[in-house]
């Protein structure tokens, strides 16, 4: 199964769906460049529990080795890398 | 409230937990105290910018407040100045989280009775909905800003001095601190919807470090990691420790800590703590590789239930330390029991997949009881009572709570705290294992949440009179989140969503609030918890 950016996107948003209501955003509202952690969205733990829910979710296995923290919690390249990563699926 | 010491406010010592700090500095003037993202602070440095902060706190907090400092910072050099500065003042610090919502942080600073804040520069844009026009007096020291004019133009009323007003270190003279006073006063959640204020004595964390840096051995060349929020008492950890025997705190950033393996290897730490979770999280994301960390000399645990697979993992991946479990709630400062991970050995000692919380400390008493508070035979379980030089002051005005919480059993003499969790005594010389709370309070990755004090802030936001919060999914280490009950269907659970957003720190937010027009009773007319987590289970998944 290959992984669009989309279908990664629409999880994302899905599970942060209750912390992104509350500051008064609709998914179709969050920009490619907006930061996840910086602006309270999620924190460190969060997001590798976002990782390990997408990976469940789509039975993928994400490459831990070259992930850069810099970039990975703004949504955009945060969506692009996963998709990217889950050519190597697990059947 | 009596304390186990009978030596109590007898003589004062100059020494107080920063005492180790202080004497490292004199000692290792040069080695890195602490590394924070972007800057790495000498001992000679940390002690500098603590001293200066000091004694514009002296000089300038306004009288008739409490002994207390707010340290109102988070991962910044001005942080753990802010901590030792408060302490060299003769305070207790009270750290406050700016990721936690402001009308939290503005309970905790009014509860606290401070008059005095450190003030970090991230921090900073969140003082306009903490502080309020009508406050008393206070001092606000800002060390990484110079402009001050908009902040002192809108504040009239505060002392607001930037890092061109602060006093010269030099001007800092040193103050004996008595054991019984209070190191930090840390705010843990509490079950009636309030926050409960746990003061912990100097004397309680002496005890703690001294234990801790002869049993791991420290000394100037370790590096510590620092992944706990100044909020969770495990941070004291974490400096008091390192900072005792001249070693380097590292402070990752949060987005660092996306990837704890790559931190680990950068930094080469020699002391790994954290919660569980971490462990667990890494593991899934096959993080945890054997021999991944090999500069690790000590990984310990606290905060949450240790699966014994993350241990075994863990102890693979970082094949030259040793694998400890830690336990301890705040009100026995920090950490009261430890069982190390021997492998082959220590599975057979697991109950229920779970690595045992193992022995107390050195002076630390255990009473396993009943509901009567009358100890239970070896082999049997019962709740977990504790006493001894960790055991803390109490609850910050709250003599009630304070009551209920740190009792003296029948036949005993000393004051126990009641630690709430269940465990089984052990036979003869067997490690103790826990079980499981007796109450509603639960772990989420690490942090205590009384269920009771989401349920009491859902009945306030949404103006019904049963509401009922569940920890779920249920994981190995506590639940991965919460999820809430109420009955009525004319509410928005959306907007009562936003509502507790405001008052609760984010892990305690439920993640959805289910409406339902009837809550399942059991039998004795009580709600029926595990109906309701069916119902969970029966959703489709998300």
Sequence with gaps: MVLSVEDVRSLVLEKLQPSLEARGLRGEDIPDNYDLLTEGVIDSMGILQLISEVE??????????????????VIGPFCRHIAKKSLTVNR | MGTASKSSGAKATSHGIHGGFLRSAELYAHRPALEVPGTILTYDEL????????????????????PLTAVF?????TAYAGVLASLLAGHGYVPLNRTFPPERTRTMLLRSGCRSLIVDAESEPQLEAVLDLSEESLLILLPERTELSSLRSRW??????????????GNFEEKPVLPDSIAYLLFTSGSTGIPKGVMVAHRNVAHFVSLMTDRYCISEHDRFSQTFDM??????????VAWERGACVCCPSDKTLINPAKFIQDVKLTVWFSVPSVGVFMKRLGALKAGEFPTLRWSLFCGEPLPAEIAESWSLAAPNSVVENLYGPTELTIACCHYRWRRGKSEEECLRGVVPIGD???????????????????????????TGPQLTLGYWQDPEKTATAFVVPPEKKQTYYRTGDRVRRPNEAGPMCYLGRLDHQIKIRGYRVELGEVESLLRQEAGVEVAVAIGWPVTASGAGGIEAFVMGNKLEPQTILKRLKRKLPAYAVPRRIHLLSDLPLNPNGKIDRGKLAKLLADLPQF
Aim: no cysteine; hydrophobic share 40%; aromatic share 6%.
């Design chain 1, 56 to 73: 469940a979710r789509f039975r993928i296995t994400v490459d831990f080795e070259d992930l850069d923290p810099e970039n990975l919690t």
């Design chain 2, 47 to 66: 002690r500098s910018r603590a001293m200066s902060l000091a004694a514009s706190l002296r000089r300038a907090t306004p009288s008739g407040g409490s």
């Design chain 2, 73 to 77: 910072a988070h991962r910044s050099a």
């Design chain 2, 156 to 169: 009239p009323q505060h002392t607001i001095l930037g890092a061109s007003d602060l006093e010269p270190a």
């Design chain 2, 231 to 240: 909020t969770f008492d495990l941070s004291a950890f974490d400096m008091f």
């Design chain 2, 360 to 386: 107390p400390f050195p002076g630390m008493d255990v009473l396993v009881v009943d509901e009567e508070l009358t100890e239970v035979p070896p082999g049997k379980d019962g709740e977990l009572l504790m």
